[in-house]
């Protein structure tokens, strides 16, 4: 089975930065996009950031573009998201995910889901 493990979330505050990773295993990560989606409080589960490497095309939300960057993956399995800047609002559960093929922000094309890691951001 595909496992991925989401790590680095922590307490930070505004305006400071984090760096979360997601490993990937055993998926060798070819024909594959992984994405970073967050779920705060009481609100929908969004897509934050993905990355594909059929064309190392990237997806960013606009509330992140600008902030976050992801990158990695490939035969080093690790996906990460760097976040700077933060604000009380990025507050929420990270969670990554594995799908097939071009980096998407929908959901449903994720087959493969973690579990997820919490950042708080105070004010």
């Known amino acids: 089975d595909v496992q991925l493990q989401a790590s680095g979330g922590g307490l930070v505050q505004a305006g400071g930065s984090l760096r979360l990773s997601c490993t990937v295993s055993p998926l060798a990560f070819d024909d594959n996009a992984i994405g970073w989606f967050r779920q705060a409080s009481g609100k929908a589960r969004e897509a934050v950031a993905c990355?594909?490497?059929?064309?190392?095309?990237?997806y960013y939300a606009d509330s992140v573009k600008g902030r976050f960057t992801i990158s990695g993956g490939n035969a080093k399995k690790t996906v990460y998201l760097r976040m700077d800047s933060l604000t009380p609002e990025d507050t929420a559960v990270y969670y990554c995910a594995a799908a097939k093929g071009w980096a998407t922000p929908d959901a449903e094309s994720y087959t493969y889901w973690g579990p997820g890691t919490l950042v708080t951001v105070s004010s």
């Open positions: 990355i594909s490497d059929v064309d190392w095309s990237t």
